[in-house]
């Protein structure tokens, strides 16, 4: 089983890599296999960059940019997004 980890997120630049690193650590710790997915609302503060690069280090990490439209709408996209993939 997959473990997909859907993370919606507004200006949350100052929270983004720690949330990834720590879920990561815990992928590793208990042989977890799992995606995270950024559901990011085109934060003005630059918190799609900062997954960018984690991007890099990671290939189990995905963005998927939206407008902003509210939590639900980018539960519901995360998890539309989830299943495709």
Do not use: C
């Not at 990561?24 to 690069?53: C, F, M, Y």
Request: charged share 30%.
């Amino acid at each position: 089983m997959k473990i997909v980890h859907i993370i919606p997120t507004f200006n949350e630049k100052e929270n983004i890599g720690r949330m990834i690193e720590v879920l990561e650590e815990l992928a590793k710790l208990h042989n977890w296999q799992t995606d995270i997915l950024i559901v990011d609302d085109h934060s003005p503060d630059g918190t799609a960059d900062i997954v960018r690069i984690y991007q890099k280090k990671f290939s189990n990490i995905h963005l998927l940019l939206k407008k902003k439209e509210g939590l639900g709408r980018a539960l519901i996209l995360g998890y539309e997004y989830a299943i495709k993939k």
